[in-house]
């Protein structure tokens, strides 16, 4: 078998500078992941608070439609964010009240 590479030199995933901005932008997924998994956030909620805590120094009291617009986030996942997992899953609006059944 020959010892000649596949593809000649300067082509490949290597060779594109988008390849190596996705395998930056994973490792730093994963970083932020790991280092969010101590006081059990998601990046969605890390970035939701950050958004909230950025936008509450131009704004006393924002609305959940202003941190929507203020973050980019799409406003059905934003309200799924506020309403949280488990009261989702259960299909209730208030996390204290359970679903009707």
Known sequence: MSDAPLLPSGYGPLASPGHHMLMAAQAWRRELS?????????????DTIGALGLLS??????TQQQVGDFSGMDRMMLSKLVVGPSSAASGSACPTRPARG
Do not use: E
């Open 34 to 46: 790991g280092r969010l998994r101590t006081p059990d956030l998601r990046p969605t909620q890390f």
């Open 57 to 62: 120094h131009s704004i006393p009291d924002p």
